[in-house]
């Protein structure tokens, strides 16, 4: 397999901010590994981008499937950048949570952002970056606990990986999205939506390039000295103002 471009490997790539991220790395020049749980969304954001002239391959599987994630990294010729982005979110009452809830949350939002970076740094060379997608969410939120405390976690994670791999020159950062327009937002009741926009500096819905933007600089082989950081992009919305 010969690519001459630097690769990338987003996961949660098929709609949203993982979609937006593999354009705008795309546009900076990466060739990007798609990886998604959702087979036929993938095939169609494929499709599309090469469409669009862009240099992508798209692989459905679970993110926690670690011999599927060992096996196609396996596959890649290198690895320059890992951007974790793939996760799952419900709104739900603390009481109302069950056990379930919190270690389905965990599961997909912890441990595979877990199993695909400790995998993917087998593979990362010096300069190799690791983008963690966590949530503005992990300083606190309404009806968010099994949320917060997995955001809270790739928060902790982030930073954990980023004094273990920096010996190896490779840096780990996290980017903390606030309030965007993607499908966990578009799952919320209408009048949920219009509660959290409401308490918006800007009283706006970030985009998802807004994210991959940010995402493509913690990525970008030029950015250094950064690692271990938060990036958080929410519109303001974490200046102090009320949490609830």
Known sequence: MTIDKPIALV???????????????????????????????LAAAVDQLLDDGADVEGHALS????????????????LDAVVNNAAIFWDGAFDALTEKDFTDMFEVNVVGAFVVAQEAAKLLGRKGRIVNVAS???????????????????VGLTRAMAVDLAPRGIFVNCVAPGLIETEMFRSLTPERQQ?????????????????????????APRTGNITGQVLTVDGGRSLGISLY
């Open 11 to 41: 996961t949660g790539a098929a709609r949203g901010i993982g979609l937006a991220t593999t354009r705008r790395l795309c546009e900076d020049g990466f060739y990007v590994v798609m990886v998604d749980l959702k087979a036929d969304l």
């Open 195 to 219: 509660e959290l926009i409401a308490k918006q500096p800007t009283k706006d819905v970030g985009q998802p390039e807004d994210i991959a933007n940010a995402i493509a600089f913690l990525a």
């Open 63 to 78: 993110v926690t499937d670690r011999a599927a994630v060992a096996a196609l990294l396996a596959g890649l010729p290198r």
């Open 136 to 154: 503005r969410a992990y300083l606190a939120g309404y009806a968010h606990g099994a949320y917060v405390a997995s955001k809270s976690a790739v």
